[in-house]
């Protein structure tokens, strides 16, 4: 088994992100107990999921000798906001590949059209203010990491050295980040006495909770991971887990983990990727009003709509404790605010 101390990693957070009691909610909705673990609280600009895969990917990027990063995602991507946050910490260059989000009221228009002032909001702001070398929009359903190796290899004919980091920074190395976090929240659950049912996450390009299934069968736990989608089928969604799971238990030399452990609901998407639902609406605004605490429409949002609707479906015990892993994002709730109005 390969020890996690061993391996290169940068530190972008101080400490473990707080682990919080939800007695409000959980009285609220009557069901279990809920728990939330505050990732968006993360280091680096405005928190997320992305800063703990980051430790380990730019640690990796620093390693090969790399001076310049590639990343790709929608024009509101938290991940590229946070990659783009820890280049500017490191000194490296970021170039930001993007994809137009779906439907007719995100649409971004570039700025040699003009641009869109109303555009220029949330994570897209942030690309801004953070001074990407660069940042292209292309059309929604573009390949977008066949144009960050094009670039990439652009950038190398130019005498840099980039390093290409996918979309989510979902492979194996920033699953890594998740490894760990399962480690902290193991040891957060035995400070508290907490007898943990469930953990509930949001699953996109799916590095969190393969992470996090990965390392809680590292330490031995049975806790289940129930992941919610954000774009995909249970079928397509548990497929993509599954192979990323796969491939963090071979590098990290783990016995092998059930293909049981890997759950992605597909029932609380909506329409698509991005796009608002009445659930995402009905919990973004019910975790603000109960506890204060702001979720965000595309990831977060879905998913608590997802927990609220398991909770009202009696899919856990009153007596139960749920923690809710709140995976950041919510500079990007200022670009669908319209879904609010
Ligand atoms: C990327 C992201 C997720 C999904 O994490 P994956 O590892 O891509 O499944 C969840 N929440 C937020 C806020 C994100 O930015």
Known sequence: MVDLNTL???HYTTGPTPLEHLGDLSMKLGGPQIWIKRDDQLGLTQGGNKTRKLEFLIADALAQGADTLVTAGGV????????LSAARREGLDCH???EEDLGPDAKPVPAEAGGNPAEHTGNFLLFDLLGADSVEVHPHGSDLIARAEN??????????NPYIIPVGGSNATGALGYVDCAQELLTQFAEVGLDVSSLVTPSGSAGMQAGLIAGLHRE?????VLGINVSRTQEVQEHKIVGLVDEVASFL????VPRDRSVGLGDYFG?????PTPGMVEAVRLFAETEGILLDPVYTGKAAAGLIDLIRQGRFEANDTVVFIHSGGVPGLYARAGAFA
Request: proline share 11%.
């Open 8 to 10: 290169p990693r940068r």
């Open 76 to 83: 509101q991507s938290n991940h590229c906001r946070l990659t």
């Open 96 to 98: 930001l590949v993007l």
């Open 151 to 160: 670039l990439a290899a652009e950038l190398k004919g130019r005498g840099k």
């Open 220 to 224: 031995g736990s049975q806790i289940p």
């Open 253 to 256: 030399e783990l016995p092998p």
């Open 271 to 275: 329409t698509g990727y991005g796009l």
